[in-house]
């Protein structure tokens, strides 16, 4: 979930119903199942996404739910046949999802879903729905670590927590392997240059937000820098050239949204944007698809952005009038350049999934599928 759009929400619907939609503390719901895993080494090589694909015949659209609600879902879409289930996690494996569900991804043949409140990693054959593991992301204690975003490099998967670690996992054993400490609520997470690129948010220690990105070396997975951006950073995201861009959603007062350049040679902040108000943005073949939500107006934007030249190419992507009422994921096929929205619309209602083409026009919409939807990745059989 956006975590900066997580607090102003909550703030808001305690005002006007005294309903605590999304949390500023988390608790995770327990060990899980455990569950023997069997798989080969493809999953060290294939990327994430499966960019790969010549062309995705399926859609996986994670939807979070309400905090402390378990109605995290997984929806399934066939590209080819238009058909839909709402639940697939559900019919595939006859037990919920779990509590608040906050990325995913695909690597190799597998699926990894991040819960944030049950505080797991689910992780699911990607032709199936099946389960293969719950890894369980807990400290010696048995407190959460509340996971919030996942990547990958090589024979591993890197995932920050908001207990301030990050975890590095075997994807073949799917055995936690070790774990660095970042900083203070990290809220994304890249790869670049052979570092690893995590944003500190500090959201649960609102307003005392943080205002750094950790760097991370690879082969020594030890904290090497932290590099000082804007308050409260949240996704964060690299292109072709190993430029780092990062979003900061500011503190909802003196401190506005901004977007960031950060050099993966020098770990500095190389170029700030200060007339893109950026709230969350996705990179697609070095553009990048950049939205903002104004939660005082009511009103968003989405803009395109040429991560060669550092400029706005688009001040308006969606061409055909069709409205966004809460945008809330961002997501680009990566064979055809389809973008994804998904709009949580009042966060307490199913939200849908609208696709454009790459000129902008709306192509289909998937409608009410969940309750804030907010990832879609590509899934298709080579």
Not at 31 to 41: E, N, T
Not at 80 to 85: A, C, I, M
Not at 168 to 190: E, H
């Amino acid at each position: 979930m956006n975590f900066g759009k997580k607090i102003l929400t909550r703030f808001l619907l305690v005002i006007k119903l005294i309903i605590c939609t999304f949390p500023p503390l988390w608790v995770g719901l327990g060990w899980g199942i455990l569950l023997i895993s069997c798989d080969d080494m493809e999953d060290k090589l294939k990327p994430s996404n499966n960019t790969g694909l010549s062309e995705p015949t399926q859609l996986y659209i994670l939807s979070e739910g309400l905090y402390n609600m378990n109605n995290s879902t997984l929806s399934t879409y066939n590209l080819e046949t238009k058909s839909f289930v709402s639940d697939y996690f559900l019919a595939a494996n006859k037990r919920s999802l779990g509590d608040t569900g906050n990325d995913m991804a695909i690597y190799g043949s597998k699926l990894y879903i991040v819960m944030n409140t049950s505080s797991r990693i689910e992780v699911i054959e990607s032709a199936t729905g099946k389960s293969i593991k719950q890894i369980p992301m807990f400290t010696s204690n048995n407190s959460a670590r509340s996971p919030r975003q996942i990547t990958f490099f090589g024979s591993y998967a890197y995932v920050c927590s908001f207990d301030g670690t990050v975890a590095k996992i075997d994807t073949t054993t799917l055995q936690l392997v070790s774990l660095v400490q970042s900083g203070k609520n990290p809220d994304g997470i890249c790869v670049s240059n052979n570092k690893i690129y995590v944003s500190n948010s500090g959201g649960l220690n609102f307003p005392n937000f943080e205002n750094t990105v950790s760097v991370i070396d690879l082969n020594t997975f030890t904290l090497i820098k932290k590099i000082f951006v804007g308050v409260n950073p949240g996704k964060i995201l690299a292109d072709s050239k190993g430029d780092v861009y990062v979003v900061s959603r500011g503190d909802y007062g003196l401190n506005p949204y901004k977007f960031q350049r950060i050099s993966s040679i020098t770990d500095e902040v190389i170029q700030r944007f200060d007339d893109i108000k950026s709230l969350n943005f996705t990179i697609h073949n070095d553009t990048a698809f950049i939205y903002n939500f104004d939660f005082t107006t009511q009103k968003c934007w989405v803009k395109v952005f040429d991560c060669n030249t550092e400029k706005i190419i688009s001040e308006n992507f969606i061409i055909d009038g069709t409205g966004l009422i809460t945008p809330y994921g961002i997501d680009v096929n990566p064979s055809n350049g389809d973008v994804y929205l998904t709009d949580a619309k009042s966060y307490t209602v199913w939200g849908d999934v609208l696709c454009f083409n790459k000129n902008g026009k709306l192509k289909f919409k998937i409608r009410e599928l969940g309750l804030n939807p907010n990832k879609v990745v590509f899934y298709g059989r080579n």
